[in-house]
Antibody, heavy 119, light 107 residues
Framework: QVQLMQSGAEARKPGASVKVSCKAS????????IAWVRQAPGQGLEWMGW????????NYAQKFQGRVTMTKDTSTSTAYMELMSLRSDDTAVYYC????????????WGQGTLVTVSS | SFVLTQPPSVSVAPGKTARIACGGN??????VHWYQQRPGQAPVLVIK???DRPSGIPERFSGSNSGNMATLSITRVEAGDEADYYC??????????FGGGTKLAVL
């Protein structure tokens, strides 16, 4: 079972950027995709995008296109999600999740990273 | 884009069966996955590919999917099942869609 460990809570001012990391345990990090999902306080899950296995192609939800960048470093088994031009409504817990296969489920999740955007 | 509709809340007495609906246009043609999220915790996969239970998930959890509705059923409900439940599908094999979530209250 892959375990995903995310970086700690962050506080930013509006207009700034934040980069969240997600380190995977175990082998075969290169062989699965990583998705990013966020959850605003008291709200539901919102998919942000994914970065594919092997080549590292990305697909971002339309809402975040132009503002989000997902990358990964296979040498350290770490995925990253950077969100720019932060607004107060970006305050949320951000999760990474391992994607099973193509079009599959998310079978392992990180513990979540709280990002607070406030002036 | 594809839309998944869930009831905001479902209430059930302990020992009874809870059914949580997830509606979508011809959702029966897609694979539906279900997640349980307890307060302050990350989501946990409880049903994959409509009706398959991951290792470690009790047999009390089951799923079905047909037509315009997918359903998560929890039999012999326990206090520990109180949580938010989300359905999830893929749209056009590229985009991920979550339902709005259903809060299960155990009376």
């Amino acid at each position: 079972q892959v375990q995903l460990m995310q970086s700690g809570a962050e506080a930013r001012k509006p207009g700034a950027s934040v980069k969240v990391s997600c380190k995977a345990s175990g082998s075969m990090f290169v062989s699965y995709a990583i998705a990013w999902v966020r959850q605003a306080p008291g709200q539901g899950l919102e998919w942000m995008g994914w970065i594919s296995a092997y080549v590292g192609n990305t697909n971002y939800a339309q809402k975040f296109q132009g503002r989000v960048t997902m990358t990964k470093d296979t040498s350290t088994s770490t995925a990253y999600m950077e969100l720019m031009s932060l607004r107060s409504d970006d305050t949320a817990v951000y999760y990474c999740a391992k994607v099973v296969g193509s079009g599959g489920n998310f079978d392992s999740w990180g513990q979540g990273t709280l990002v607070t955007v406030s002036s | 884009s594809f839309v998944l509709t869930q009831p905001p809340s479902v209430s059930v007495a302990p020992g009874k069966t809870a059914r949580i609906a997830c509606g979508g246009n011809n959702i029966g043609t897609k694979s539906v996955h279900w997640y349980q999220q307890r307060p302050g915790q990350a989501p946990v996969l409880v049903i994959k590919y409509d009706s398959d239970r991951p290792s470690g998930i009790p047999e009390r959890f089951s799923g079905s999917n047909s037509g315009n509705m997918a359903t998560l059923s929890i039999t012999r409900v326990e206090a520990g099942d109180e949580a938010d439940y989300y359905c999830q599908v893929w749209d056009n094999s590229r985009d991920v869609v979550f339902g709005g979530g259903t809060k299960l209250a155990v009376l």
